[in-house]
């Protein structure tokens, strides 16, 4: 049971960009990435209410994690990291542009999604400057290219603060 949720808190930690060390800074209370680690290694039962923290802290339902630790519910591995059902709704507000963003990355394909989050975790500028420097045109999917470059030149900056 333990190791099913030191899975889960592995996961949601790496899908939230963070290290052992930064989680366990970001939760206090004593914790160390040291103890992170024994707790994703099935090694240490961490308490409910840390659960809930982890869960506040990556953006995963706190119910994965603590059914997990309570040995109730779906808890193979990628739960943390499932999708939610259609009819779901995020209680997470975004600002205008983020919504933007949103609906742009869900419109795009895969190699596009996948380019976009390079480029945002500062990985890649090919995006942008094929977005940004490309010509103007119809892309296969119909949509016009030079508006596509506007969208996120603008999105981005607005993000950044050069608005």
């Given amino acids: 049971m333990a190791s099913k949720v030191g899975t889960l ?3 949601a930690r790496k899908l939230a960009g963070l290290t052992q060390e930064k989680l366990a800074k970001k939760l206090g209370g004593g914790l160390t990435a040291a103890d992170i680690g024994k707790a994703e290694r099935g090694e240490l039962t961490l308490p409910v ?9 990556t953006g995963v339902t ?12 779906s808890t193979a591995a990628g739960t943390a990291a499932a999708k939610p059902p259609a009819n779901a709704s995020m209680s997470m507000r975004v600002t205008s542009t983020e919504k933007k963003l949103i609906e742009s990355y869900r419109k795009a394909d895969t190699a596009t999604k996948k380019a976009a ?8 500028t090919s995006l942008l400057s094929t977005l940004v420097g490309g010509s103007t045109g119809t892309s296969a999917t119909g ?3 030079g508006s596509v470059a506007e969208m996120i ?5 607005s993000l950044l603060g050069k608005s």
């Fill in 153 to 157: 030149t603008d999105a981005i900056g």
């Fill in 62 to 73: 706190q119910a994965s994690l603590v059914n997990a630790a309570k040995g109730t519910g």
């Fill in 9 to 11: 808190i592995k996961e």
């Fill in 117 to 124: 989050l390079d480029l945002l975790k500062g990985k890649s």
């Fill in 143 to 145: 949509q016009d290219q």
């Fill in 49 to 57: 209410a840390t659960l809930r923290k982890i869960a506040k802290l």
